[in-house]
């Protein structure tokens, strides 16, 4: 088993088609059709169903999937530190944020990251708190940037606390709420904006609710959270957001819960069983650097706590 087959066999798997994976790893279709192939003696059986115009894994190629993902970040991390043993003048940065921590709490600790490290590439990804954890554990992340706890059983996943943020309404400023504060409870006497699946918001959302033992009027399902502000500023109902995302936005009123109310904690998490790189080190202190000066400046809305890195494992979670 060689290492450019377990990245064919990846390729193919993540595209579900051999022409258009041999175009992302750059090899002829034909040379790396043949590898599979090799590769599936070896192992003594197929890796994937060859129906025509629908490549599916058998289940012994979706046993190897993780491991061969696995493999080849861990020699694509080697290959990295190597080079950044001539410091951060070069090298890469693959991190993870939500959705509504990509907005708020992002751009200026990258530029300030990027100011410093002119030669690191930057990748980001945005997805939901579920996909980053999954992405993180296959090594396809350094970092991610993600609400906490982590809902998985993966004990090589820790995190690093940053802030804690109260969590509010958001309604259109034209008054479709009137109150200065409300209960959860209140929730049931408006039209709502629901976050997609996969969205931490959502999950909490609905879980306060069935605290209360309410149920939430869905005027809208499935946005994403700049759709769900939209809607929101369009009158369409009100939604349950982090503080942070409402700042900035004229036609938005921040609707505070009465106490205890609900909030958020932000983290980042990164691999345990893998030692960062330079550049993960290098932005995690940044970042924190960032949202404590932020703090001492009073530049952090009000309610928003800093929690000056306390580092965790996750939080087993029943399935």
Do not use: W
């Amino acid at each position: 088993m060689q290492v450019h087959q377990l990245e064919y066999f990846a390729a193919v798997a993540q595209t579900r088609h051999f022409t258009r994976a041999a175009e992302s790893v750059h090899v002829a279709q034909p040379s790396l059709s043949r590898q599979i192939s090799t590769l599936e003696r070896e192992l003594g059986t197929p890796l994937f169903n060859r129906a025509r115009g629908n490549i599916t894994l058998t289940p012994a190629g979706e046993t190897l999937l993780p491991f061969a993902r696995r493999i080849l970040a861990e020699l694509d991390d080697a290959r990295v530190q190597v080079q950044e043993l001539v410091g951060l003048a070069r090298g890469r940065l693959r991190l993870g944020a939500t959705p509504s921590l990509s907005t708020v709490l992002l751009p200026d600790a990258l530029r300030r990251f990027r100011d410093e490290y002119p030669g690191i590439d930057i990748a980001v990804e945005e997805r939901g708190g579920r996909d980053l954890v999954r992405l993180l554990a296959e090594g396809e992340l350094d970092l991610a940037l993600i609400v906490l706890p982590l809902h998985t059983r993966d004990p090589a996943l820790a995190t690093t606390g940053v802030l804690r943020e109260p969590l509010v309404v958001a309604a259109s400023a034209d008054g479709m709420v009137r109150a200065k504060s409300l209960h959860v409870r209140d929730l049931d006497r408006y039209p709502m904006v629901m976050f997609r699946e996969g969205y931490d918001m959502r999950e909490v959302t609905l879980a306060a609710c069935r605290r209360e033992r309410i149920e939430p009027h869905v005027a809208v399902e499935g946005g994403e959270l700049d759709a769900v502000l939209g809607f929101v500023e369009a009158g369409l109902g009100i939604a349950v957001v982090p503080s942070l995302v409402v700042e900035g936005r004229p036609r938005l009123r921040r609707i505070p819960f009465v106490r205890p109310g609900l909030s958020r904690t932000v983290g980042l998490a990164h691999r345990r069983d893998v030692v960062p790189s330079a550049s993960a080190r290098a932005f995690r202190a940044i970042l924190l650097d960032h949202v404590a000066d932020t703090a001492r400046s009073g530049r952090l809305i009000r309610g928003v706590e800093v929690l000056r890195g306390t580092t965790s494992g996750p939080r087993r979670t029943a399935r």
